[in-house]
């Protein structure tokens, strides 16, 4: 299964501006129009608690959607069985089970620490980011402070609009 880790960032590398969690705030058209088109043609998405909360993702027929918590009870009530799921599995318990299920790409859209989880266990094979040009100073980073080393190579770049603001993406060079 090929699992893809997706974000959109200022130069700066922060995911929200001044710790506010709304990404449409302070994103692009262009990669809100980008985002969309992703996430609708995603079969499975894979998220944290703190990103649905900032959003709380409706179900839908066309993917499933997981949500990483440490607190299943809280979200029973959000949960519809093949649309909205919660678990606290491992990212390699979820590689495995929903690989086992028949899916071929896994998403994963955030946050800071579930991106990091996936690095962490060597999960990710791509990374897709957009990267808006825009510097906030202060705000959440992609990954939380962790002892790292991972090389990407560069797959594709495109300018989408006249402010500079690129869609890339990286292939994560496993050794």
């Known amino acids: 299964m090929k699992v893809i880790l997706v974000f959109v960032s200022t130069l700066d590398g922060k995911i929200t501006k001044w710790g506010n969690p709304h990404v449409k705030d302070w994103s692009s058209k262009k990669d809100q129009k980008y ?26 027929s066309n993917h499933l959607i997981v949500v990483l918590t440490k607190h299943l009870l809280k ?34 859209v ?15 094979d ?15 980073n992609f990954v939380i402070e962790e002892q790292l080393d991972i090389n990407l190579k560069l797959t ?11 869609i890339t993406k990286y292939t994560v060079i496993k050794e």
């Open 35 to 60: 985002y969309k088109k992703l996430w609708n043609n995603a079969p499975l998405i894979i998220m944290g608690s703190s990103t649905f909360n900032a959003e709380h993702f409706p179900p839908s």
């Open 75 to 108: 979200y029973k009530k959000y949960e519809v069985v093949g649309q909205l799921e919660f678990t606290d599995k491992t990212p390699l318990e979820l590689t495995e089970q929903y690989q086992k299920k028949g899916f071929k790409t896994m998403v994963v």
């Open 110 to 124: 955030g946050g800071a620490h579930i991106a990091t989880s996936f690095l962490k266990e060597q999960l990710i």
């Open 126 to 140: 791509e990374l897709w980011l957009t990267i808006e040009p825009k510097i906030f100073g202060t705000g959440g």
């Open 156 to 166: 594709s770049c495109d300018k989408v609009n006249e402010q500079g603001t690129l």
